[in-house]
Structure formats: structure tokens, C-alpha cells
């Protein structure tokens, strides 16, 4: 895998979400645009909408598997599951089921 600084772009069923690791994680989309992001989990991973002021879809995925959606609100709290990667999107962007199989590949960002 190349690297350009730390950007990478992880492409999911050939939509590009840019990756977040590390701190980013904890910041995700708060006082942000929607825009298509993966953050980097290590287990279990809890996700909160406080200053996250619209509507975003979250994918929980491991193995390459979503394993919980949700379509979130604002400024709550969301228990999480077991994944290796956390995708938030702007509602309708990925459209995909729980128990659906992704296709997924890391990049870096061009």
C-alpha cells in the first residue's frame, strides 16, 4: 500500500471515503460537512452525534461484512459492535443491508 503523508482513501463498492485513524477517529464529522468517511476500529466501537448537526448513515463492517446500520440524529449516543471499520456518510450515499458483503480496498489518497 502506497502512502501520501498519512491520507488514504478506503473505496467501498467503488465509493471513496476518506480514512481516519487515529485522533481523527474521535472527531469524525462533529462541526463538519456530511462527507463519506472510515474510521480505523480496533473492537468495539460506540459513536455519539453531538455536534454532528444532520442526518448520517453509519455502517459498522467487519470482515469485510456489515454488521449493524443506522440512520443517526443529531446529539445522540449509539451502541456500537464489534468492526474494523466504521463508515459515516450522508444518508443514501452507500446503500447497503446488514449482512451484506462489501467489496473494499485501501488506497492512497489521490
Known sequence: MKKVGNK?????????FEVYDGLLTY????????KPIA??????????TFFVFHEIDVFWVKDNKVVKRVR???FRL???TEADYVLECPPGFLEAEEGEELSLTLTAKP
Open 39 to 48: 474510521l480505523v476500529s480496533k473492537g468495539r466501537t460506540d459513536i455519539h
Open 27 to 34: 472527531l469524525g464529522l462533529m462541526f463538519k460537512s456530511p
Open 72 to 74: 443517526t440524529k443529531p
Open 8 to 16: 488514504k482513501v478506503l473505496r467501498v463498492n467503488g465509493k471513496a
Open 78 to 80: 449509539y451502541l456500537g
